[in-house]
């Protein structure tokens, strides 16, 4: 992060959003994403992750569709919820090491859940991770049923 954000948070920007999948379009390594708590911890900003493991979806999503599932039943077996459970924790982890607080965005598995709320009773006020938890309509065994209306 640069001055270019320091300048957007004296603005009226008070959170900046990382991302931990989506490679290649605009997920951070983990040093980029620890260099932005840094930096939104001495401006006083808020930190915002989509918490999931990005390289390690891109390879099952590589794999799945190598085995033919190109279905909406791929995006939940490419994205178990043992990975979402590890980004959570690891950004959990690296926000107590920025002294950075953190908002957890779209959390959507009880293993992630449960990361959040181990590092909310061990942490610090300033840097207790909150969360935004999704309202799931759908599970996996109706993604593996699921077909579109025909016309």
């Given amino acids: ?15 900046f959003k990382f991302f931990l999948a989506y490679s290649g379009v605009f997920m951070v390594r983990d040093e980029e994403f620890y260099q932005g ?27 799945l569709l190598n085995q033919g599932v190109t279905g ?13 459970a590890e980004a959570t924790n690891r950004a959990c982890v690296m926000a107590s090491q920025a002294n950075c607080p953190l ?10 859940a449960r990361a959040i709320a181990h590092h909310r009773q061990k942490g610090e006020s300033s840097t207790r991770p909150k969360e935004e938890a999704c309202s799931l309509m759908l599970n996996r065994r109706l993604y593996i049923h699921f077909a579109p209306n025909q016309g």
């Fill in 72 to 84: 909406p039943e791929g995006h939940t077996q490419s994205r178990p919820e043992e990975l979402e």
């Fill in 1 to 15: 992060m640069s001055t270019k954000h320091r300048r957007t948070f004296t603005s009226g920007i008070n959170s």
């Fill in 103 to 112: 908002y957890v965005v779209h959390v959507m598995s009880k293993g992630a």
């Fill in 37 to 63: 708590m840094l930096t939104c911890s001495r401006i006083g900003a808020l930190a915002r992750v989509h918490a999931e493991n990005g390289p390690v979806i891109a390879e099952k999503c590589k794999l």
